[in-house]
């Protein structure tokens, strides 16, 4: 999340430099729902120690409105197709929801 968001706030600079202005916040999608919550909640637990950087800046947006996270389970995350080895029917939907479709295929 940590990253994702680094490229995010990059992207929403780099589009204000080029006067296209985004104030809607950025939704982040993510799998992890642990992940989210200690994003989310200003409590640190001992468990969290090296990541609190991390989440300090990633709290910080959500804060500022500038990203807003939401949760997707794991088997419709559409990155999936680019990390994870999928079965047929995973590969072809993710393929599908990409936009992504064989030119080669009999019609």
Request: proline residues 4%; hydrophobic residues 40%; aromatic residues 8%.
């Amino acid at each position: 999340m940590a990253v994702v968001t680094y490229v995010l706030t990059w992207l929403r600079y780099l589009l204000r430099d080029l006067h296209i202005e985004h104030h809607e916040p950025i939704k982040l999608f993510c799998d992890n729902q642990a992940a989210m919550n200690i994003a989310a909640n200003p409590v640190y637990h001992e468990r969290t120690k090296h990541i609190e950087l991390d989440c300090h800046m990633i709290r910080e947006r959500i804060q500022n409105e500038e990203i807003e996270t939401a949760y997707v389970q794991m088997g419709r995350q559409i990155v999936d197709i680019f990390t994870k080895p999928l079965g047929q029917v995973a590969f072809q939907s993710h393929l599908s929801k990409l936009g992504v479709y064989d030119i080669h295929a009999p019609t």
